[in-house]
């Protein structure tokens, strides 16, 4: 008995406490929340300290879990409009996730955060510059006006309350690559988007990554009291944004 509750504490300790080599921890003690589900914890403890390295191939052959895109944007300002319209946020996916919460500036509605059959509308439903998008100006208008895309499908602010998750999962299991645009426009300390390949390296102060969705992936904001705002971004790409892509890819890989 008294082995069987030693083997029961190692794997406790084991489940709450990590070295986070892959996630820019290294060589120190580190605690997960006791609130997070054990999916959560099983799937830290077997991705966390993994690097990804890319093998030289060209774009059109790569299916790599991320991409920095070499473009700026006024980050700072636009996290000062997510914050600013909060109250308007809407739960997103409770059946996967704590602390999830959206809001669509470009698609079918404010709420409408997720695919139009969630919410009850067919797919070829019109997507329209929301009324969220009308208190966003500079937001809006970087997206309208300098972001290189042909045409939005649903363009989100996306936040993930302090001591929030979203459960490990594929958006696309058939679908590889199937690539999303993730843009962090703050990424506070012990918050981890940690994929099956490794952590995404989002920067605190802003930064722009082409994500690839297929691989299983989960978000960890393991912050004592800071929330993370990010955006995800779906569309129609142009040949602009499809040479930003090429350019960015060369830039990692040569």
């Known amino acids: 008995q008294l082995e069987k509750h030693r083997r029961l504490e190692r794997q406790t300790q084991r489940n709450n406490t990590s070295t986070l080599q892959g996630c820019g921890h290294t060589d120190m003690s580190y605690h997960l929340g006791n609130h997070f589900p054990q999916s959560i914890k099983d799937f830290f403890w077997e991705h966390r300290d993994k690097t990804h390295t890319e093998e030289k191939t060209s774009w059109k052959e790569s299916k790599q879990p991320w991409l920095k895109l070499l473009i700026e944007a006024p980050f700072e300002e636009m996290l000062a ?15 996967q996730s704590q602390g999830w919460l959206s809001i669509c500036l470009h698609g079918i509605a404010n709420e409408a955060t997720s695919i139009p059959e969630d919410h009850g509308y067919d797919n070829d439903t019109a997507r329209v510059w929301t009324e969220a998008s009308k208190l966003c100006p500079v937001t809006t208008n970087y997206f309208k006006n300098v972001f290189p895309m042909e045409k939005y499908d649903r363009l989100r602010f996306m936040l993930v309350k302090s001591g929030g998750y979203i459960q490990p999962h594929s958006d696309t299991p058939g679908t590889n690559p199937n690539y999303a645009i993730n843009i962090s426009l703050n990424n506070p300390d012990e918050c981890f988007l940690l994929t099956e390949k490794g952590n995404v390296p989002f920067e605190q102060k802003g930064s722009v990554f082409l994500f690839n969705n297929h691989y299983k992936h989960c978000v960890i904001n393991n912050s004592k009291n800071s929330d993370r705002y990010h955006m995800i971004v779906h569309g129609k790409w142009n040949d602009e944004f499809e040479e930003l892509v090429h350019k960015s890819h060369e830039a990692q890989n040569n």
């Open 81 to 95: 409009e997510a914050k600013a319209i909060e109250q308007h946020f809407v739960k997103h996916r409770t059946n």
